[in-house]
C-alpha cells in the first residue's frame, strides 16, 4: 500500500483534464498508476519487502520552482520537466514495521505542456508517464547508460500500456 500525497502547487495544471482539477481528483486518478509502478521492482540497491507500506508525495509544480530546486540540489540552472528525491538512503537506519519514506517526485507545468506539444502527445499523458519516471529514479532506477535506460524505457512503457497510454519513446505520430 502506498500512500500517495498530490500537491498541486502552481494554477494552469487543471488545463490537463478534470483527473487534474484538484488534489483529490488527482490523487484518486493517480493512485493505480503509483501502486503499479512501485509493483514494477525496485532498481540496484533498493529493497521493499513485500506488504511494507511505502509513503511518497508527487508536486505539481512550475518551471519556477523546478529551476530553483534544479540549481539548489543538482547545480544546473534550468527548469526540467521533473525531478526526484529520494528519501530513503541505503545508510540510513531502518524501523522494522515503519512506512518507507520512497521520496517526492516534482514536475514542471510549462515544460511538460512544452515536451507534449513538441512530441504531439497528449499533455495529461505525458504527466502520467513523468510520475512514472520519477517514481522509478525514486526505487533506484537510473539512465546514465543505453542499458539502464533501455531497462527503465521496457518498465515505463509496459506500465503505461496497462493505463492505455502510447509508448512515450515511439515516434509521434505524423
Do not use: C
Not at 132 to 158: P, S
Amino acid at each position: 500500500m502506498i500512500d500517495l500525497t498530490v500537491s498541486i502547487d502552481a494554477p494552469g495544471w487543471s488545463a490537463l483534464g478534470p483527473d487534474f482539477a484538484d488534489e483529490d481528483a488527482l490523487t484518486a486518478a493517480l493512485d493505480p498508476l503509483v501502486e503499479d509502478t512501485v509493483a514494477a521492482g525496485t532498481g540496484p540497491g533498493v529493497t521493499i519487502e513485500p506488504g511494507r507500506p511505502a509513503e511518497l508525495s508527487v508536486v505539481f509544480a512550475d518551471n519556477a520552482t523546478v529551476q530553483r530546486l534544479n540549481r539548489d540540489y543538482r547545480g544546473k540552472d534550468s527548469p526540467t520537466n521533473v525531478l526526484s528525491f529520494a528519501l530513503t538512503e541505503a545508510d540510513e537506519p531502518d524501523f522494522p514495521g515503519a512506512p518507507l519514506v520512497l521520496g517526492d517526485v516534482v514536475l514542471a507545468l510549462e515544460t511538460v505542456l512544452a515536451e507534449a506539444e513538441r512530441d504531439r502527445k497528449a499533455p495529461a499523458d505525458h504527466a502520467r508517464h513523468l510520475v512514472v519516471h520519477g517514481i522509478l529514479h525514486l526505487l533506484g532506477h537510473d539512465h546514465m547508460t543505453d542499458a539502464e535506460a533501455e531497462a527503465m524505457e521496457r518498465i515505463e512503457t509496459a506500465i503505461l500500456a496497462r493505463f492505455g497510454i502510447a509508448d512515450p519513446y515511439s515516434d509521434p505520430p505524423a
